[in-house]
């Protein structure tokens, strides 16, 4: 499956790019204070926006994909309807916790400039929700080689 082959490189891409940022943004003391430096500044926005992309890229296209591999039929079907199977699967921890993900993309992409404080602690929870997002990534791409993808 040629589609499910790219989207998983697709993301390994995102994953590297979020993974290089909270590299360099776990070495500073997260204060408000770092948003006043433009390049701390660009690579929180970066990790913001990696952090944004794996997980789109994730739920839009890995989750659907991944079922239509395993020959599920996923058209028309609720979000919620996939994230449970998944979660059956044991690929996603849980639904709930998938929503929170997204609860918590939506609170960093819709943070005010003004808002430091705010921004700061959410950027503190995605810096450790993060690795919730790499490793069940790291989870479908074994699932699927298991299952024969070239990946």
């Known amino acids: 499956m040629k589609d499910l082959s790219m989207v998983l490189k697709e993301i390994e891409k995102h994953k590297e790019r979020l993974l290089y940022?909270?590299?360099?943004?776990?070495?500073w003391e997260l204060s408000p204070q770092i948003l006043e430096d433009p390049e701390?500044?660009?690579?929180?926005?970066?990790?913001?926006?990696?952090?944004s992309k794996l997980q789109d890229s994730m739920g839009q296209?890995?989750?659907?994909?991944?079922?239509?591999?395993l020959e599920e039929e996923?058209?028309?079907k609720p979000f919620i309807d996939i994230l449970n199977r998944l979660e059956r699967l044991e690929l996603i921890e849980s639904a709930e916790k998938w929503k929170e993900l997204r609860?918590?993309?939506?609170?960093?992409?819709h943070t005010y400039p003004w808002e430091k404080e705010e921004l700061i602690e959410n950027l503190k929870l995605a810096?450790?929700?993060?690795?919730?997002l790499v490793s069940?990534?790291?989870?479908?791409?074994e699932f699927l080689q298991?299952?024969?993808l070239k990946v």
């Open 136 to 141: 069940t990534f790291e989870k479908f791409k």
């Open 74 to 76: 996923v058209r028309n």
């Open 146 to 148: 298991k299952r024969g």
């Open 127 to 132: 810096l450790k929700r993060s690795e919730e």
């Open 103 to 109: 609860e918590l993309r939506n609170l960093l992409t």
């Open 21 to 27: 940022a909270k590299k360099k943004i776990e070495k």
């Open 61 to 69: 296209k890995l989750f659907p994909l991944t079922l239509e591999f």
């Open 40 to 51: 701390k500044v660009e690579t929180v926005d970066s990790f913001i926006f990696r952090f």
